[in-house]
């Protein structure tokens, strides 16, 4: 099976054009005013309309209140929630009740102990994103392209996506190594802070399929 690819991040109709056309699976509209990559919902409404038939989208957000949620479900209608907070797995519950959409929970992971946090979301969540665990003084929680030991997924049993210090050089390594069944980019497919390079959103997307299925078995 494929791996699916999501170019995170996006603010531009341009560059969900170009994802849409390489093949990727999902853009992500972030809605965290302390990212460089933030979006407004009016924003984020308009971008997954140009998105809509083509592509996924995907609403990232950071410990929404109820809301922040209803106006995403309502007014951008994304295909998937992502949750990139500190949501607990009751929190993630009461958000696909509320919505009706799928949600993908993101665990920032620094040593073995973070990863076995998946298991208190199995059955609740639809999908894990294990990424790089920013510092405690941080102000966003991922999007800074730092990756982390990536053999520490090899015993993950369930289906996660990945994400954390990838861009078209490493890309195919994470994939061989963890077995993700999705990839999430977006510094490594920028020229600046919230820039997306067309170039190199192409070159993720070529090595990112270009790395399933062969790649994973043999590393494997």
């Not at 056309?21 to 005013?33: I, Q, R, T």
């Not at 998937?80 to 500190?86: C, E, I």
């Not at 949600?103 to 969540?125: E, F, H, L, P, R």
Request: charged residues 20%; negative net charge; contains cysteine.
């Amino acid at each position: 099976m494929a791996v699916k690819i999501k170019i995170c991040g996006v603010r531009t109709p341009a560059i969900i054009e170009t994802a849409a056309a390489e093949g990727a699976d999902f853009v992500g509209l972030v809605l965290f005013p302390h990212s460089p990559r933030h979006v407004e919902v009016e924003e984020a409404r308009v971008l997954a309309a140009i998105a809509r038939g083509k592509i996924g989208a995907v609403a990232v957000l950071v410990d929404p209140d109820d809301a922040l949620i209803d106006a995403v479900a309502e007014r951008v209608r994304p295909s998937l929630l992502q949750l990139h907070g500190s949501e607990t797995p009751e929190r993630v519950e009461a958000v696909k009740a509320r919505t009706g959409l799928p949600v993908m929970k993101a665990i920032g992971v620094q040593g073995q102990a973070d990863t076995a946090k998946a298991d208190a979301y199995a059955g609740i969540a639809d999908l894990v994103l294990f990424d790089a665990k920013p510092p405690a003084d941080a102000e966003v929680p991922g999007g800074a392209g730092v990756a982390f030991d990536w053999t520490l997924l090899r015993g993950v049993g369930a289906p996660f996506a990945l994400s954390g210090g990838l861009n078209p050089d490493t890309v195919g390594e994470a994939i061989a190594i963890t077995g993700a069944i999705l990839v999430d980019v977006s510094s490594g497919v920028e020229s600046a802070p919230g820039e997306k390079d067309a170039g190199l959103v192409r070159s993720f997307i070529h090595a990112a399929k270009e790395a399933t299925p062969q790649t994973r078995a043999k590393a494997s």
